[in-house]
């Protein structure tokens, strides 16, 4: 998804508990010619990750109803259904602010994915379950 997503002109960046499947990515994104790698960061840590986005003005700020005025977040997320979901929900509700969207990319049941979306909600944070077909194995 990662380079499907710089394919596209989008610049990347993935951060993975298993480093190896960060560097794997890198480097096939150094070796795909129609990927521009200058575009597919890895990070080490779910901090950096998060720090890593820009923090500028943007015309999307009204619609995503932010009150400090810079950019959501936007994170896609491609996991095992179940707990390891629920986990990143966890880390990463504490590091993220009102308006950052959260993208759920596993193919997970319907009910899980509504329970995740009230405890973002509590945040002002939105989850979004976007099941790809096959979840975090088609990727």
Do not use: Y
């Not at 508990?17 to 480097?27: G, H, I, M, N, P």
């Not at 200058?38 to 003005?57: E, M, N, R, Y």
């Not at 979004?128 to 194995?137: A, D, E, K, L, N």
């Amino acid at each position: 998804m990662t380079l499907l997503f710089s394919e596209h002109g989008s610049r990347v960046g993935c951060f993975d508990t298993d480093k190896e499947a960060v560097k794997t990515v890198l480097k096939q994104a150094k070796e795909d010619n129609v990927v521009d790698e200058s575009l597919v960061h890895g990070f080490s840590s779910l901090d950096k990750l998060i720090d890593a986005f820009p923090t500028g003005k943007s015309t999307f700020v009204a619609q995503a109803e932010k009150s400090d005025g810079k950019q959501p977040r936007m994170l896609v997320l491609s996991l095992p259904h179940g707990k390891p979901a629920d986990g990143i929900l966890e880390e990463l509700l504490p590091r993220l602010n009102k308006g950052d969207i959260i993208i759920d990319a596993g193919n997970e049941w319907w009910k899980d994915t509504e329970r995740r979306q009230v405890k973002a909600d509590e945040k002002g944070i939105k989850w979004v379950g976007m099941g790809v077909s096959g979840g975090c194995r088609s990727i």
